[in-house]
């Protein structure tokens, strides 16, 4: 089967670096880019405002540009990659969120316009986040050079958050720094002794260095079997104590990726976990989110 990373493209230079990156995975992972750009729609501030003669025939035409200018770039150092593209109507997230059926991965830049207005920031980023059907992943503005390489034989972070149900997350975390050559460093940041099991009371005084260590080993516990699975993996551990979203955004400075999970959560408005809205907003590396 055809392996397919599905890129969000609105025109913008961050978006574009959003394809870039993407290319990059693709050549990496030998998938087919699929580059997606939604077509901006007249939406007058001012009502009585009537749309301009041939704006729809315009502004096809002129996203046909674009859409080819992101086809070039993708392409760039990579001349055999396969390419393809789409304009979708509706919604940005909408047309996202379908064309990522069956695909590895969704990508989206941190900042945009049009479609992609606000994809970090708003509504549209937690719906993609908590509802495409593949991890989804976030390309932040570039820091320098070098920066958020995708095949660069350096750090993949992961988030750990101890507790059940990341069975999804340490396989994908395994793999993808598997597919670099990279060490994974598992990072599990805690406020508050973990709960082992339910309805766990939580201390009112505990020692901050002991509690450390039974994080420490509660970690290496969770860790184990991956060890065994991915032996040639070279895996590293980092707890610290403190809020997790502070050491995950510290983490990511000198990071290539950092993996988080986040819960699916029924309801029909989408909901991300609080740390990893914060760190969608502040994290230096590129930032892959797996449903668990």
């Known amino acids: 089967m055809t392996r397919t990373i599905v890129v969000g493209f609105d025109g913008s230079e961050p978006s574009l670096d959003a394809v870039n990156w993407a290319g990059r995975e693709a050549a990496l992972r030998e998938a087919t880019l699929h580059i997606v750009h939604a077509v901006a729609r007249w939406t007058p501030d001012v009502l009585l405002v ?51 059926e069956g695909a590895d991965l969704l990508v989206v830049g941190s900042r945009g316009r049009g479609g992609f207005t606000a994809l970090l920031l708003g509504s549209v980023s937690r719906h993609v986040a908590t509802r495409a059907p593949c991890p989804v992943a976030v390309v932040p503005q570039p820091r320098g050079a070098g920066a958020g390489t995708a095949a660069g034989a350096g750090t993949v972070v992961v988030g750990v958050s101890g507790q059940p149900g990341q069975d999804d997350l340490l396989d994908f975390a395994f793999a993808e720094a598997a597919l670099r050559h990279a060490t994974l460093r598992a990072v599990h940041g805690w406020l508050h002794p973990s709960a082992i099991a339910p309805g766990d009371m939580q201390p009112l005084v505990y020692d901050i260095e002991t509690v450390g260590e039974q994080e420490a080993l509660l970690l290496g516990q969770i860790l184990a079997g991956w060890r065994e699975k991915y032996p040639d993996v070279r895996l590293t551990q980092h707890v610290a104590h403190g809020h997790p979203a502070e050491i995950l955004i510290r983490a990511s400075e000198d990071a290539d990726l950092l993996i988080l999970g986040t ?27 797996v449903r668990t």
Request: aromatic share 2%; charged share 20%.
């Open 50 to 100: 009537p749309e301009p003669s041939g704006w729809d025939v315009e502004a096809e035409a002129a996203a046909r540009r674009q859409l080819e200018e992101a086809a070039l770039r993708a392409r760039a150092g990579r001349p055999h990659l396969p390419v393809t593209t789409d304009l979708a109507a509706g919604s940005a997230a909408e047309a996202l969120i379908a064309a990522a």
């Open 263 to 289: 819960h699916a959560r029924p309801g029909p408005l989408p909901a991300l976990g609080g740390t990893v809205h914060a760190v969608l907003h502040h994290a230096r590396s590129p930032i892959i989110v």
